[in-house]
């Protein structure tokens, strides 16, 4: 047999019209005259010995044999037994995640004249730094591990005695699964918005993933749904007391993450709003408190939240109105959090003022310690004083004409809007040994009278944002003693905007001279 499938290799090889598939076979009679008289068909090196004489590639038995059947039969004829040649089956092609093992399976070869089948895997393909090995080349079912990213090409030869097959391929992808992430677990309250983050997801390969989330658990008498399964920060308003357990499934466009769930625990509030006329203190028993309505507290009223209490807000607009007392009274060790809340003085007239009094808070997602004054009549407008606190993103911060001396000292400034001034009536308002990072200017707007702004000891964290300016009217008293992270005159005065700046403007700022560090009574900070 072997000498007959080197025959019919020889003359397909030395085949010249063109076409090895029509059966007729023109020799190219100039190669076949460098063929040796005494060639042994049957020879071990009949097919070495032969490319080296006639200096070209044989085709390989197993093509040689299957073409040759197929004339036969294309011509009526019948294959003898034993002469069939088998036929070799890699198996599906694969999509799996890297670092799989995959399993081949060659178990679907056959062969017509029921021969038993030798098997021989080999790669043709696999990525560059791969060190993936086949686990037994020879076996019906070898395995190997995709141990990188990309194409993995494998090729089936399956023989019975001398009769080979042709080869057949499978073709396995590699790809690193997307990693779901359905950020940190939380303690939210009934009927708050709860924001739910999938952004920290990730793909290896770096594509666009889509988004799958389902409530897997909620309370028994919940009837929550999110506003959208197939956003990266789905919503959804929890209405009943408990734990709810969210599943997040992402997907690269070939393959599913694992699940990556998280946890949202729901606890009950106190819901407060409309008007307080009644001295009232907050406790931390009862909190969260959710404000449900503009909690207005009345003149000649005090409202006091004390320590270990946590602030909620249904609506993002003035959600603390003060024509009396507000006392807020936190302590290091237990700070009043305020979450999005906006506190606005509101005064009915001079005679009748806000008192605005913040120590040891946290501001936390926006909201103001002393918003726009809106309703605001005569030339006086409450009085703040906000000491030993974080304010983390708020909205401007008004202080227009306060009655009284007002102080902002000790507190830590991220991410916030600006700090408007605006005095007279021999007022002073002092800033003093806070610390500002990223955050826009103090804007001295006006200053009448013997009234003085006064901006000493704070640290400015380098930027390259303005940090003091005058407006129309504004004449800074005192500028001097600031640590700007610099000792750069030139940054420094990159960051001041008077009438150096705009000769339209009424005075200039006075800075120096500066800290070389910051001062002591500071807050420590690391951004």
Request: with cysteine; charged share 15%; glycine share 6%.
């Amino acid at each position: 047999m072997d000498g007959s499938l080197n025959l019919a290799s020889l003359l397909q090889s030395l085949d010249s019209d063109g076409d090895i598939n029509n059966g007729v076979i023109v020799i190219d009679t100039v190669l076949a005259g460098l063929l040796s008289s005494n060639t042994d068909f049957t020879s071990a090196t009949f097919r070495t010995d032969t490319e080296a004489d006639l200096g070209i590639t044989l085709v390989s038995q197993s093509d040689a044999q299957h073409r040759l059947n197929s004339n036969i039969e294309a011509n009526g004829g019948t294959i003898p037994d034993g002469a069939n040649i088998p036929i070799a089956n890699a198996g599906v092609d694969q999509n799996i995640y890297t670092g799989t093992n995959v399993v081949l399976d060659g178990s679907a070869s056959s062969d017509i004249d029921g021969r038993i089948l030798n098997y021989t895997w080999t790669f043709t393909l696999k990525p560059t730094a791969s060190t993936a090995i086949l686990s037994n080349t020879t076996s019906m079912q070898p395995t190997f591990t995709a141990d990188m990213d990309g194409v993995y090409v494998v090729s089936l030869v399956v023989n019975a005695s001398s009769s080979y097959s042709i080869a057949d391929t499978i073709k396995v992808t590699a790809n690193s699964a997307p990693v779901a992430d359905a950020g940190p677990d939380q303690i939210v309250y009934i009927n708050s918005i709860v924001t739910l983050d999938g952004s920290n997801s990730h793909d290896p390969e770096n594509s666009p993933l889509s988004y799958i989330w389902s409530i897997v658990s909620k309370p028994n008498l919940s009837n929550d749904l999110l506003d959208d399964n197939y956003i990266v920060n789905p919503t959804f308003t929890p209405s009943v007391e408990g734990n709810y357990t969210i599943e997040l499934i992402v997907n690269d466009g070939e393959q599913n993450s694992t699940i990556d769930s998280v946890s949202i625990i729901c606890e009950s509030v106190t819901e407060v709003g409309g008007l307080i006329n009644t001295n009232t203190i907050f406790t931390a028993d009862n909190s969260p408190y959710l404000i449900t309505e503009i909690l207005q507290v009345d003149v000649n009223t005090t409202l006091t939240i004390n320590a270990g209490v946590t602030i909620l807000a249904r609506e993002y607009k003035n959600n603390i109105q003060v024509f009396g007392t507000l006392n807020v009274e936190g302590t290091s060790s237990e700070y009043v959090i305020l979450e999005t809340i906006y506190i606005s003085p509101r005064n009915i007239s001079t005679e009748r003022q806000a008192y605005i009094n913040i120590d040891y808070a946290k501001f936390n997602g926006g909201g103001s310690p002393y918003s726009s004054p809106f309703n605001g009549v005569g030339s006086g407008h409450g009085v703040l004083n906000l000491k030993n606190s974080i304010i983390n993103g708020y909205a401007s911060m008004n202080i227009w004409y306060p009655h009284l001396n007002t102080n902002i000292e000790n507190n830590i400034f991220i991410n916030t809007s600006v700090i408007s001034v605006l005095t007279d009536g021999g007022v002073v308002v002092t800033i003093k040994n806070n610390v500002f990072d990223n955050s826009l200017w103090i804007d001295a707007r006006a200053r009448y009278g013997t009234s003085e702004i006064n901006i000493q000891y704070n640290t400015f964290i380098d930027s390259d944002t303005t940090m003091l300016q005058l407006s129309s009217q504004g004449t800074m008293t005192t500028a001097t003693d600031n640590y700007w992270s610099t000792q750069d005159i030139s940054k420094i005065d990159n960051r001041i905007y008077d009438n150096n700046d705009d000769l339209g403007l009424s005075g200039s700022i006075d800075y120096l001279p500066i800290l070389t560090e910051a001062d002591l009574n500071t807050p420590i900070y690391t951004p």
